[in-house]
């Protein structure tokens, strides 16, 4: 069972950053590529960031050039540094373990809670 907490969330206003976190257990990211998440309200889940196990990082366009994803192994820790932040970021940010290669990742059957961002002025 993968275990994994999202913190870093909160409210922020359009074009204000923040940095959320993704705490595992036992090196899981030497192990694993790991993937960035977020549910808006009425949407589906949809994979904005990922990175894997040898450092290559993908984005969704939505995202590419305001979200920039980074690990840090030996903290057992997955990183999405936010910035330029717009009102339709609004989302619950999940992190995942992936499998499976860029273009074609499959995240693990377990989710956390979540981060709620809320980008309003």
């Known amino acids: 069972q993968v275990q994994l907490v999202e913190s870093g969330g909160g409210l922020v206003q359009p074009g204000g950053s923040l940095r959320l976190s993704c705490a595992g257990a036992?090196?899981?990211?030497?192990?694993?590529?790991g993937g960035w998440y977020r549910q808006a309200p009425g949407k589906e889940r949809e994979l904005v960031a990922s990175?894997?196990?040898?450092?290559?990082?993908d984005y969704a366009d939505s995202v590419k050039g305001r979200f920039t994803v980074s690990r840090d192994n030996a903290k057992n820790t997955m990183y999405l540094q936010i910035s330029s932040l717009k009102p339709e970021d609004t989302a619950v940010y999940y992190c995942?373990?992936?499998?499976?290669?860029?273009?074609?990742?499959?995240?693990?059957?377990?989710w956390g809670q979540g981060t709620q961002v809320t980008v309003s002025s």
């Open positions: 995942n373990v992936l499998v499976g290669e860029v273009g074609d990742f499959t995240p693990s059957k377990d």
């Open positions: 036992r090196s899981i990211f030497s192990f694993y590529h």
């Open positions: 990175i894997t196990t040898g450092g290559s990082t």
